[in-house]
């Protein structure tokens, strides 16, 4: 069992910046691939950016290359999401998820959810 806290998030100007943490609980943590998805509303959740279990390789939706930055720190079981350059197309709950698979893309294949937190970018 992994359970997932996500936090860091907020209201922030566009062009702003903002980092979420996810705090993962459970020793197997450095298995996981995990994966931060986000949800507006009206809108059906979808991939952001995943790392590996070793944190050695990253893949990133289009959406947001170049501008979030996934990276995780086993030693405290955390997954962070740096959001730089920040849109109000960007608001959304982000999620923060685990999967067994190395780098996971699909909601399909996430074992464990957090509960997430909102980021708001204004105009």
């Known amino acids: 069992q992994v359970q997932l806290v996500e936090s860091g998030g907020g209201l922030v100007q566009a062009g702003g910046s903002l980092r979420l943490s996810c705090a993962a609980s459970g020793r197997t943590f450095s298995r996981y691939g995990m994966a931060w998805f986000r949800q507006a509303p009206g809108k059906e959740r979808e991939f952001v950016a995943a790392i590996t279990w070793s944190g050695g390789n990253t893949n990133y939706a289009d959406s947001v290359k170049g501008r979030f930055t996934i990276s995780r720190d086993n030693a405290v079981n955390t997954v962070y999401l740096q959001l730089n350059s920040l849109k109000p197309e960007d608001t959304a709950v982000y999620y923060c998820?685990?999967?067994?698979?190395?780098?996971?893309?699909?909601?399909?294949?996430?074992?464990?959810w957090g509960q997430g937190t909102q980021v708001t970018v204004s105009s």
């Open positions: 998820a685990a999967s067994q698979f190395s780098i996971v893309r699909s909601s399909r294949n996430v074992d464990y």
